[in-house]
């Protein structure tokens, strides 16, 4: 198991939610959790995932969902169990959507 | 030892078990009265027959010794593995057994446990792990499954989980870690009538009926999870 | 132990391929499920941490309170996509919780949503204990006059220590897709072999564990479509006329009569097939085809 930490600068969101829960940690799938992080402009994503060494990787495609998306003030805890970036990038933009009721 | 000659050590006032098709029933006498005696041997598979035939016996000990105390002897490898057992629900057989020893319990008989043999899965679940306390023989093996096949299921590689074993009571066999982790109250280096009437007399006293054994496990230290967890639960 | 399994076609949103969360949010009245140690509050399992394994939020299990047309309820669902639904110390210590908690807040009902394979074998110790202890806290929780309905239909269905609970609680309710039975078919087949139980056969699985044979045997109280509405509807309407009975003599006496009479019954007997046949099911190869209406009629034309 590898256990990443990420921060990526990121514009404030307007939450309409105290925390949101997306996914199941099942193969192929993973859980994400949207809550209330520390930095207004800025999102902490923490990471346990069974696949080993594919740092590069998460780094990439948080790193653009980072810059689509108004995360700043969000702390993201993810538990994966081998996912696709696709599957990730999915997860994500559910969990998004939940924790800011669509005000996005 | 075997079963009998620990029997008559157990009990040198006397009883009369006697074992019919791996069941074991009879009384015994002990300082503080008669005791009911309920088990099985040669590490029996619980099948319909037998949960059925061990839900009578205790059915019956409610009807005519209302509170005599109930001691389980427990030797068993788990359930019957046979598709004909499960095509009648051996779990309704199994849990059918556990309301009669919940029965029994609400009764008023205090009910111990003691392993002489193997403890396992299923079979341990629906008759001695129902006791108001477990007591268990130093030569006693207890488990869910060897690591060996831990290993082959989980896909963990077996050496790490023996490595492991050695810190952690939660997932490797023996009684000492159920001990630990509050199931089984003491090991017996060598079994004596002492030992057994001292055991009734605490549980007659304690008046149990309560499940202590969250507790217990986290004052050993061998499941400092679960009892937080319940006490969250019940302040959220 | 159990492998996940293909779901046939359903109505409305499917009970097999929900979520846990789903299944709750969706079988409780709307807006009405607050959870109790939410994911956000909440530390995954320790002990699968240190076997190098991810661990979920909630450890696989979603508990809390909501109300049930209009009537308060505390719930349980198991994730059986996480692990296969099994118990281990904290999945099992949330379970043993809300069920203390329910003898003291006295819902109507706790609905146990399980969707498990029972033991948790990286916490098989915790697992096991666990499981006596959910035990006896359903047999507390019945006694203290407060159902316990388990409700079967999610791809994992109940089996080891699972299934000896779901036999221990009030009733049961099953979809077609559930199974109950106490070893799995593979664990079967790993000891005993192939030609005792082939566990690739799913057919042969489904008449030997699944929700009709149960249903026809009388150890589930209703069979419902794989739809979370329908399961919705039915516990309702059993909720509604329910009395739930301290534990007495001479109630375990008649069930040990029903037990010890049909194990002599169909002895020897080894396939949902023969067993229906004996029932005096006029054409049991026929059993897995009928729809469910149709199956409901059947049985209440056999002389159970």
């Not at chain 2, 099948?47 to 061990?54: E, F, G, Y």
């Not at chain 2, 105390?69 to 004909?84: E, H, K, N, S, Y």
């Not at chain 2, 290993?151 to 050496?159: C, F, L, N």
């Not at chain 3, 508990?63 to 996480?82: D, N, R």
Request: aromatic residues 4%; proline residues 5%; contains cysteine.
């Amino acid at each position: 198991m590898d256990q990443l930490t990420f921060q990526f600068p990121a514009q404030p969101c307007k939450p309409s939610a105290k925390a949101s829960l997306c996914g199941v940690v099942s193969s192929g799938n993973l859980e994400v959790l949207i809550t209330q992080g520390g930095q207004p402009n800025g999102c902490e994503v923490s990471i346990h995932t069974s696949a080993r060494g594919f740092a590069p990787i998460w780094q990439a495609v948080l790193a653009d969902f980072a810059a689509q998306h108004a995360l700043g003030g969000t702390a993201i805890t993810i538990n994966d169990m081998g996912a696709t970036p696709a599957v990730v990038t999915l997860r994500l933009g559910q969990a998004f959507r939940d924790y800011c009721g669509g005000a996005q | 030892m075997t079963l009998f000659p620990l029997l008559d050590t157990l009990f040198p006032a006397g009883h009369d078990a006697s074992v019919t098709r791996q069941v074991i029933a009879g009384t015994a006498h002990t300082a503080i009265g008669p005791v009911a005696l309920l088990g099985t041997v040669d590490a029996a598979a619980i099948s319909h027959d037998i949960a059925l035939r061990l839900a009578s016996q205790v059915l019956d000990l409610v009807d005519q010794h209302p509170g005599r105390p109930l001691i389980f002897l427990v030797d068993t490898q788990g359930q019957a593995l046979a598709r004909a057992q499960e095509l009648l629900c051996l779990n309704g057989s199994l849990a059918h057994l556990a309301r009669c020893v919940d029965l029994a319990r609400r009764r008023g008989h205090v009910t111990l446990g003691l392993i002489t043999g193997e403890a396992v899965s299923g079979g341990f679940l629906s008759f001695g792990l129902m006791a108001d306390r477990v007591y268990a023989l130093q030569s006693a093996q207890v488990r869910v499954m060897d690591l060996k096949a831990m290993a082959r299921v989980t896909k963990i590689p077996h050496e790490r989980l023996v490595a492991l074993a050695a810190s952690s009571p939660t997932f490797a066999p023996g009684a000492e870690n159920y001990h630990r982790m509050g199931a089984i109250e003491a090991l017996w280096d060598t079994p004596s009538s002492e030992l057994l009437e001292q055991a009734l007399a605490q549980l007659r006293a304690s008046q149990p009926g309560g499940d202590n054994r969250l507790q217990q496990g986290r004052l050993r230290g061998g499941r400092q999870e679960a009892a937080a967890i319940v006490a969250a639960v019940l302040a959220a | 132990m159990n492998l996940p399994q293909p779901s046939p076609p359903s109505r409305g949103p499917s009970f097999y391929e929900a979520t846990a969360r789903q299944r709750v949010n969706r079988l409780l009245d709307a807006q009405s499920f607050a959870e109790f140690l939410p994911p956000q509050s909440a530390h995954s399992s320790p002990h699968l941490a240190l076997l190098d394994l991810p661990g979920a939020l909630d450890d696989g299990v979603v508990i809390g309170s909501g109300t049930l047309g209009g009537k308060p309820v505390q719930i349980i669902a198991q994730e059986g996509q996480f692990l296969g639904g099994a118990v281990g110390e904290m999945h099992g210590a949330k379970i043993v919780g809300l069920l203390q908690r329910a003898i003291r807040d006295k819902p109507l009902a706790v609905l146990f949503l399980v969707d498990s394979g029972g033991v948790r074998l990286h916490e098989a110790n915790a697992g096991l204990i666990a499981l006596s202890e959910i035990m006896r806290a359903v047999l507390d929780t019945r006694a203290a006059g407060i159902p316990v309905f388990a409700l079967i239909g999610g791809m994992c269905g109940a089996f080891g220590g699972m299934g000896i609970v779901s036999r221990l609680c009030s009733a049961i309710l099953m979809s077609e897709q559930g199974r109950l039975a106490l070893s799995g078919p593979e664990v079967i087949e790993t000891v005993a072999g192939v030609e005792e139980f082939d566990s690739r056969d799913r057919a042969l699985v489904w008449r030997v564990t699944g929700g009709k044979h149960r249903y026809l045997m009388g150890d589930c109280v209703a069979l419902v479509e794989d739809d979370v509405e329908d399961f919705r509807q039915t516990i309702i309407t059993l909720l509604a006329q329910w009395q739930e009975n301290p534990p007495e003599p001479h109630a375990l006496r008649a069930e040990q009569e029903r037990l010890t009479q049909r194990c002599q019954q169909f002895s020897g007997m080894r396939d949902g097939l023969e067993v229906w046949a004996a029932l005096g099911v006029p054409n049991p190869q026929q059993i897995p085809l009928l729809e469910r209406d149709a199956l409901v009629t059947l049985r209440q034309g056999l002389s159970l």
